[in-house]
């Protein structure tokens, strides 16, 4: 679905590494073959700082600054799954950008992806290396990620990548009928991913995983 210019990063190395996360993510449980193929393929080292360089195919989060990480690829790996499974997912709204990481992975996947970041120089980062990376499906918006993107809803899909206290109702109405939400719920220390698939009848309510992610804050900063 993309092409991937050379970028700056650790040459074949970085393949085998990923190839190591990639079976390492099969081991803990992803079986979606789509999704570890995503994995694979996006180089995760682009996303971060060079001084991190050779920490990024290891499953852990990472800082990125401004107080923010980027997820562990177990934890990408599980949305992602969560978002795809049971329906055909075609549009894709993701609540905080952050590094563009989980972007990139949602866009390898998907036809179409929305993405909010409320703070400026992360929304700057991502669009330069995604547009870098050749990522032509994917539009980015300096915005509120509590108000969603009434513009192009409808959506297939929701991936929220920050943890509110509970779920927001304007995303809740931008999802379609068969649609499915991710997101992580709760306060620090008690989180847990959630998913909600909305349905002729209502919502459908599963929660997943024990998780933990920087808060989703309204607002978006100037």
């Known amino acids: 679905m993309t092409r991937h210019p050379h970028v700056r ?23 979606d073959t789509r999704v570890l193929a995503a994995i694979s393929k996006v180089p995760r080292h682009s996303f971060i700082d060079e001084a991190l360089a050779s920490r990024a195919y290891d499953n852990t989060a990472l800082p990125i600054g401004f107080g923010q990480t980027i997820s562990q690829p177990y934890v990408v790996a599980r949305m992602t799954e969560q978002l795809l499974a049971g329906s055909t997912i075609r549009t894709v709204l993701e609540v905080g950008t952050g590094c563009g990481y989980q972007t990139a992975i949602l866009a390898e996947l998907v036809d179409q992806v929305y993405s909010i970041e409320r703070l400026p120089a992360l929304h700057q980062q991502a669009n330069a290396r995604l547009h870098d990376l050749g990522y032509t499906n994917v539009w980015l918006l300096h915005g509120d990620g509590y108000k969603g993107w009434p513009e192009h809803a409808p959506y297939d899909g ?15 109405r931008q999802l379609k009928v068969g649609g499915r939400m991710i997101l992580p719920v709760g306060p620090p220390g008690r989180q847990v991913l959630r998913r909600i698939v909305r349905t002729s009848d209502g919502l459908e309510t599963t929660d997943l995983d024990p998780v933990s992610f920087v808060p989703l804050v309204s607002g978006s900063q100037d």
């Open 9 to 31: 990063g650790l040459g074949m190395a970085s393949q085998r590494s990923r190839d190591r996360l990639v079976r390492q993510l099969g081991l803990e449980g992803i079986r």
């Open 158 to 172: 929701i991936l929220v990548a920050a943890a509110s206290q509970s779920v927001p109702e304007a995303l809740l």
